[in-house]
C-alpha cells in the first residue's frame, strides 16, 4: 500500500489549493481515506475523511464550509480541495489510509501514511 500526497505551495490568505493522494496497492473506494496536517511545534491534527463505499465525509469544525474532500475512483486519487485559506492553516499536510470502511480521527487507527506535502499561507 502506498500513498502520494502532492499539490502544496505557497497560497495567499484567502486563496485556494487542491491536495492530491494517489493511492495505491488497495481500493480507495472500499476503505477511509483521511487528511491529517501538522504544523511546525504542535501535534498531528486530523483534517477530515471520506469512508468506503458511499463516499461520505466529516471535518474538524476549524475547516468546515471550507475544505471539501472528493476521491475518483477511476484515477485512484483522493482529493482535498481548500478554499478561503488561512495563515493558521499552514502545515505539512498528509493523507493516510485504513484497512476499513470507517472513518475515525485518531491518527494511530490509519495503517498507511504519504509522505506528506507542505502548505504555506502568506502574504
Known amino acids: 500500500v502506498q500513498l502520494q500526497a502532492s499539490g502544496g505551495g505557497l497560497v495567499q490568505p484567502g486563496g485556494s489549493l487542491r491536495l492530491s493522494c494517489a493511492v495505491s496497492g488497495f481500493s480507495p473506494e472500499r476503505y477511509a481515506t483521511g487528511w491529517f496536517r501538522q504544523a511546525p511545534g504542535k501535534e498531528r491534527e486530523w483534517v477530515g475523511c471520506?469512508?468506503?463505499?458511499?463516499?461520505?465525509?466529516y471535518y474538524v469544525d476549524s475547516v468546515k464550509g471550507r475544505f471539501t474532500i472528493s476521491r475518483d475512483n477511476a484515477k485512484s486519487t483522493v482529493y482535498l480541495q481548500m478554499n478561503s485559506l488561512k495563515p493558521e492553516d499552514t502545515a505539512v499536510y498528509y493523507c493516510a489510509a485504513r484497512n476499513t470502511a470507517g472513518c475515525a480521527t485518531h491518527p494511530g487507527v490509519y495503517q498507511s501514511w504519504g509522505q506528506g506535502t507542505l502548505v504555506t499561507v502568506s502574504s
Open positions: 471520506i469512508n468506503g463505499g458511499v463516499p461520505r465525509t
